[in-house]
């Protein structure tokens, strides 16, 4: 019946940030940010999904701060940055330029990574002066560029009209989700996790999803319901390679296939077997593998030729 943001103990509890900053926004809305790791080390950037936080990113930035600069923040609204009435996609993308230019040297080049909203983020700034400054390679985890409610799985009813209108107010609810309580974890792990998701898995989310105040909650689902980003999918145009979860009910692998096969200069698609929608949580070794190949092919070593001759299937075991 606790109400804690986020899990305290075990690999998924946030480490202690090197430095904490305040990113200020274009139209004024502050943003928290934190960074991890060596000043020197190459960048990596990560922008979390709906209602999530910093906390989200526990697995990567515990082992990735090792030798890397790993640099998270609070989408507007959520963890400990304050709400704000601009939710947009433009928002979004104003909020990743500031983080990027506060945090980076003119000129200097980041990984940055993308979880569900954060992906779209990506794709709504992708066409942006700063991010093409800033923006060596990407990843992009379990998300989607539109149609994101009438392709949603959480609710076991045939496509169609009926099955999008109820969806569309299941995700938009006002309804508090109230304390993390063992029937609270079960409705999360079915929604937004796979079937052979851990209990500490599926802990860690559900605190950090149940700490999102529902207003917050309520706005960005709005916004979700009538997101179309493939204009940005196409101005996408640095390497993108692209991870997803079979078992993913809010955005199925048919959204990661079309990324793939939109983008401009895809990597190819990872498609890992029974995984749900939280893939940086569910397969930490598999998302983290996939960052650092980006930071040594495209930040600290030799780009290769990378092409999309289909979807890649790994049997993820963390």
Not at 156 to 182: D, F, I, K, N
Not at 203 to 221: F, S
Not at 249 to 258: E, I, K, N, Q, S
């Amino acid at each position: 019946m606790s109400r804690l943001t986020h899990v305290t103990t075990g690999p998924y509890a946030p480490p202690v940030p090197a430095r904490e900053l305040t990113v200020v926004s274009a139209d004024g809305a502050r943003l928290h940010a934190e960074v991890h790791g060596p000043e020197d080390a190459p960048p990596v950037v990560l922008a979390h999904g709906w209602t999530c936080s910093t906390a989200f990113w526990a697995a990567q930035i515990r082992e990735l701060a090792v030798g890397h600069r790993v640099i998270a923040y609070d989408q507007r609204g959520h963890g400990r940055s304050p709400a704000s009435p601009a939710c947009t996609t433009q928002a979004l993308a104003d909020d990743l330029e500031a983080v990027l230019a506060q945090t980076l040297a003119r000129g200097e080049r980041a990984v940055i990574v993308g979880h569900s909203m954060g992906g779209m983020t990506v794709m709504a700034a992708a066409a942006r002066p700063r991010f093409r400054e800033h923006a060596a390679a990407v990843l992009l985890c379990s998300t989607g560029s539109s149609r994101l409610v009438a392709e949603a799985l959480v609710l076991p009813l045939r496509a169609g009209g009926p099955r999008t209108w109820l969806t569309a107010r299941v995700l938009a609810s006002r309804a508090p989700l109230g304390p993390v309580t063992p029937l609270a974890l079960r409705i999360l792990k079915y929604a937004t996790m796979g079937p052979g998701s851990a209990p500490h898995m599926v802990e860690a989310c559900a605190r950090i999803v149940h700490a999102c105040p529902r207003a917050v909650r309520h706005a960005w689902a709005r916004v979700l319901a009538e997101l179309d980003l493939d204009h940005g999918v196409r101005e996408l145009r640095v390497p993108t390679a692209i991870v997803t979860g079979t078992a993913d009910r809010l955005t199925p692998p048919v959204h990661a296939r079309a990324l793939a096969a939109a983008l401009p200069h895809s990597l190819g698609l990872t498609e890992l077997p029974g995984m749900g929608h939280m893939t940086p949580v569910e397969a930490p070794r598999l998302v983290n593998e996939k960052i650092r190949e980006l930071v040594a092919a495209y930040l600290t070593g030799t780009p290769e030729e990378a092409g999309a001759d289909g979807p890649e299937r790994i049997k993820e075991g963390s």
